[in-house]
């Protein structure tokens, strides 16, 4: 069977507990990304004359496998696994592993390295087969775990990995899926890290192009290096190096000049210029831009990707949000650089976003193509779209797809984008700071001063629900009457808005012309779906489905395209991106697994069975649902009686209740109870309520027992019919019962919201203007008056 990839994930990180304790995550990562990168090569190029990565005979992981219990096991990893698989593919820095102050000495060491390599044996973990053609599995499992790494390695130490969404939206925006791309088409990314940020851009070109990487730390190239050959890229040219004091690639005494460049570099380096003369910088960077003031480097690597492209390259570049707006040799240069036209695009970040700060950040967006005939700089505020993530912020797909749709098309959007002319920069002095030049605050829901003095609702707020009464023209009316010139009252009862609302024919034809439209996508997209067959790329699949589904929603009234796209994504997250894979593997199969568990002593036992494609209740619910209906009777009967047994227990538990002369309220005890007061006229009222609870008690077992036989019984006959399943059938229980099915339920909860929000507004405003300041005045006298007369009658003179 296919090796899903959720599985894959969790089986990988869980050789993470293996290494916890001794080291930091920053620094078990590269035991863990070197074991991966060792059984992946092994697994695909193993044997393989001409294979783009050598493995020395002696080097595999079956070889370093054998290797598990030996007491000199780290040792004869280093030199017998390590040494020769760096040295035949120019691999350097690889991580030690008979290092006593990480891993532990003697025995300790023996088993941490032992039960590592174990847990890459796993048969599931077979590479050479477990792979889409065309789907990177590996890759994004070694993306999986450079972000969870990030994660846990802390503040200081998890620049090495720009986050895979931020990666996305540049590779996009830069156009090179647009462009006609070859293996001559060069893509460049001075500050590499672990090569993240440079294998999006190249997976979003059409064809093979040809990357180059600096990267200052020696670690982290090497992670950047087996990153490459992890995502079928092993000729890309990965370099160990300072990019600004040295820069590696170069055209004789010239900087090599690329077409698309891209970078995440550390933010605000105050080093930037350590090893180099910036006033006599032999590349030319800085002319005639002007110097990067000395403990601010972002221009600095700005400045040298500028340098880097060739007069028609595009770029893209990551620096915090200060280089838009901090004076001095910043502005020189940020005035420069506009009046040259390179700053095609400047798009703002939500804050919290990257692992090594938790400041804002932006994109800058870089095209020498077309500057000489700029005329302003497209401007996104995006800081206000994400979700939150654990310590950090991260970007949603419709986060990200609405960043890249609206930086592609160049459209004005209120709130959110706008074209800004030069003149209007220069008007502000070059300072790019974005809200200045898009206001992307929530407008105050303002107080009306005559509302409240007089009542009415005023029509100025209605007006701002004027997407509802566009869809449902006379709802207004049926919610509202007329008050005075400007404000209006409520025509219905608070309790009875949300009644008026969902009952009124306009609306419900809106709602039911909405599920219509879904309907119309849902029949489209099963045939799609059902038409799979095996070998087919998933993430080709979600990537037309996604599209369609946008497509479909785009330019209807009161819902959000891209919420709506969002669930796909999360839904495909979750549960469609597994099952995908296992069709475009084994194809359309219910297989079923005994899920067969060891306990501590090893014995292994039977704890049923599973179905990862077609879930039991799918089954279930198609062929067996009268079974089903008759099991939840029963279950029903059998909560109603355990009821009554807890409210007899109550009733009869205090200190001179039936109960009371109990340890434990069971069977044995409460019969043994019965037996010694029997005869006795005094306690009958106790024998009553032993009685019936030892009658309930008798209901409970029975019901526990037919409820399990029925369980049985229906569990063995859905077992049975999976192998009778046609593959028509089980197209029909995965697409239709459980994709799209799942799919309709989430979009109709945004038809609910929709509603919701339209009926909490609507009360929201009765209830502030319901009652007007006279009327309040009013009532305070009276409340006032009343306690005045209180407290009189006890004798208190008040005045």
């Known amino acids: 069977m296919a090796l899903k990839k959720s599985e894959l994930y969790s089986s990988l990180w869980s050789s993470c507990d293996e290494l916890r304790g001794g080291m930091d995550a920053s620094q078990y990562k590269d035991y863990v990304l070197v074991l991966l990168f060792i059984k992946y090569i092994s697994d695909k190029y193993a044997g393989q004359p001409f294979a783009p990565i050598e493995i020395p005979l002696g080097a595999s992981f079956r070889d370093m496998a054998a290797l598990k219990g030996k007491p000199d096991i780290g040792d004869q990893i280093n030199k017998k696994i390590i040494a020769p698989l760096a040295n035949a593919n120019q691999l350097s820095d690889m991580p030690d592993f008979n290092d006593v102050n990480r891993l532990g000495s003697g025995k300790e060491m023996v088993e941490r390295l032992t039960n590592l390599i174990a847990i890459f044996e796993n048969k599931a973990l077979d590479f050479s087969r477990n792979r889409a053609e065309g789907d990177d599995i590996l890759g994004d499992a070694y993306e999986y775990l450079m972000r969870h790494f990030a994660t846990e390695s802390g503040k200081s130490k998890g620049q090495f990995y720009t986050p895979a969404e931020v990666s996305r939206i ?17 893509v460049y990314d001075p500050t590499c890290g672990s090569g993240s940020l440079l294998l999006k851009v190249g997976d979003e070109a059409g064809s093979e192009v040809t990357l180059y990487g600096q990267e200052k730390d020696a670690a982290t190239s090497g992670l950047a ?6 995502h079928n890229n092993p000729t890309a040219l990965i370099v160990q190096g300072n990019t600004l004091a040295d820069p590696r690639f170069r055209d004789g005494d010239r900087l090599k000049t690329f077409d698309y460049v891209v970078a995440n570099p550390p933010f605000s380096d105050k080093r930037w210029s350590t090893g180099l003369d910036p006033l006599h910088d032999p590349y030319e960077r800085f002319q005639p831009f002007g110097v990067p003031p000395a403990k601010q480097g972002d221009y600095a690597y700005l400045l040298h990707i500028v340098r880097s492209l060739k007069s028609t390259g595009k770029g893209a570049c990551i620096l915090p949000h200060g280089v838009l707006f ?13 009046r040259k036209g390179y700053i095609k695009g400047i798009i703002g970040l939500p804050a919290n976003l990257f692992y090594g700060t938790g400041i ?27 979700m939150k993530d654990g310590p950090k912020n991260r970007l949603r797909s419709q986060d990200i797809h609405r960043i890249v749709d609206t930086f592609k098309k160049q459209r004005d959007v209120p709130k959110y984008a706008r074209m800004v002319p030069l003149a209007e920069i220069e008007r502000n002095e070059y300072n790019l700071n974005l809200p200045r030049y898009i206001d992307g605050t929530e407008a105050e829901d303002r107080q009306d001063i005559e509302g409240h003095l007089k009542g009415g609702i005023p029509v100025a707020d209605l007006e701002a629900l004027q997407p509802y009464w566009d869809v449902c023209p006379h709802l207004k009316s049926a919610l509202f009457k007329p008050c005075r010139p400007g404000y209006l009252d409520l025509a219905v009862d608070k309790a009875a808005i949300k009644t008026r609302i969902y009952q009124h024919p306009e609306f419900t034809a809106f709602i039911n012309g909405m599920n219509d439209h879904f309907a119309a996508w849902r029949d489209r997209a099963a045939q799609t779906l059902k038409a799979l067959t095996p070998g087919f790329h998933p993430k080709e699949v979600i990537a037309e489905l996604s599209e369609d589904l946008l497509a479909h929603y785009t330019a209807q009234p009161l819902i959000d395209k891209y919420d709506v796209y969002q669930h796909l994504m999360d839904y495909w997250a979750a549960i469609m991106q597994d099952d995908c894979y296992l069709i475009a593997a084994d194809g359309w199969q219910a297989a079923t697994t005994r899920i067969i568990e060891a306990d501590k002593k090893g014995k292994e036992k039977d704890k049923g069975w599973t179905c990862d494609l077609v879930p039991k209740a799918l089954i279930v619910a198609r062929y067996y649902a009268e079974d089903q209906d008759a099991i939840d009777l029963l279950a029903l009967e059998l909560e109603s009686v355990t009821a009554r047994i807890a409210e007899l227990e109550e009733e009869h538990g205090g200190e001179e209740g039936a109960f009371s002369e109990l340890d434990k309220v069971n069977k044995a005890n409460v019969a043994a109870r019965l037996k010694e007061i029997r005869g006795d006229a005094e306690a009958r009222t106790e024998a009553a309520a032993l009685r019936d609870w030892l009658e309930l008690n008798a209901e409970e ?59 909490q507004r609507v009360r929201m405003l009765a209830e502030r203007y319901e009652t007007p300041l006279p009327q309040m005045i009013s009532r305070v006298a009276e409340l006032e008056a009343k306690v005045n007369r209180h407290l009189e009658k006890m004798g208190f003179a008040w005045k």
């Open 360 to 386: 804002p950040a932006c994109i800058i967006v870089i095209d020498k193509e077309h500057a000489q005939h700029r005329q302003g700089i497209f401007m996104i505020d995006a800081s206000q779209g994400f």
């Open 225 to 230: 290096r087996m990153n490459m050959i992890l």
């Open 701 to 759: 077992a029975e019901l526990k027992k037919r409820l399990k036989e029925a369980e049985a019984v229906l569990d063995a006959r859905v077992y049975a019919y999976y192998p009778k399943l046609s593959q028509a059938e089980i197209k029909t229980l995965v697409v239709d019962d459980k994709w799209l099915a799942a799919l309709d339920k989430d979009i109709h909860s945004e038809m609910d919201r929709i509603s919701q929000r339209l009926t």
């Open 170 to 186: 540049m590779a996009q925006i830069i156009g090179i899926r647009e462009a006609r791309t070859s293996a001559a088409t060069t």
């Open 326 to 338: 901090r004076g001095n040799a910043e502005a020189d240069i940020r005035r420069a650089l506009v």
